[in-house]
């Protein structure tokens, strides 16, 4: 039987860098799926990887596993690193670019892979109650952050986080369900995804 999550970065925080080994195994696809599809960009996807993984293993003691699964604490240390990115992407068009846009231009395959991952994410978002799907589109896709979603909807921020991480539950179950699609295509989302 495999260890939970939880008591990986229990073992983590202790001082046992195997465990390091075995989240990583874990999460960085679903990692990398994020900030790849956040970022459009494999490298700067895969530098966020290796910075999620980072602050994992430096922050493992801080990880309190009443607040929520570990997998969850992972995916939202991605993605605020992944907004970070964002934004820093941001400031360096705005000061390089004359017009405010630069181009990110991505290989054939990527596109291709993002535009299948899009339309399954699409489609998964569509199933979800209405205000998980609002919340996470506006926290992934409009790059807001949880007190700016707050404000936005006048809801306490303690109701944000509940729907963002319900919704990324629902969201990961469902992507992860297997479906009418055919078995390669089944397998093909869960090596994203995982």
């Known amino acids: 039987m495999s260890e939970t999550d939880a008591a990986l970065v229990t073992r983590l925080a202790a001082g046992d860098r195997s465990a390091l080994g075995d ?6 696809r679903p990692v990398y799926s994020l900030a790849l599809r956040m970022l459009g960009d494999a490298q700067s996807a895969e ?3 290796q910075e999620v993984f980072l602050r994992v293993w430096r922050q493992a ?3 309190d596993p009443q607040r929520g699964e570990a ?5 939202h240390i991605a993605y605020n690193l992944t ?3 964002l934004r820093a992407r941001r400031r360096e068009t705005a000061l390089s670019s004359p017009d405010g846009r630069a181009g990110f231009p991505a290989a054939p395959e990527e596109a291709a892979l993002r535009s299948v991952l899009s339309l399954q994410v699409q489609e998964a978002l569509g199933r979800l ?4 799907r609002q919340a996470l589109e506006m926290a992934y896709f409009g790059a ?18 509940s729907r963002l991480r319900l919704g990324l539950e ?7 369900a297997p479906g009418p699609k055919g078995a390669d295509d089944d397998e093909r989302t869960r090596m994203f995804l995982h």
């Open 83 to 85: 907004v970070d990115a």
């Open 23 to 28: 989240l990583y195994d874990r999460y960085a």
């Open 144 to 161: 807001r952050t949880h007190r700016e979603i707050a404000a936005e909807l006048r809801i306490p921020l303690g109701t944000v986080k």
């Open 129 to 132: 109650p209405p205000e998980q």
């Open 61 to 63: 003691a801080r990880y």
């Open 47 to 49: 530098d966020v990887t």
């Open 71 to 75: 997998g969850t604490w992972i995916l």
């Open 170 to 176: 629902a969201l990961r179950a469902a992507l992860l």
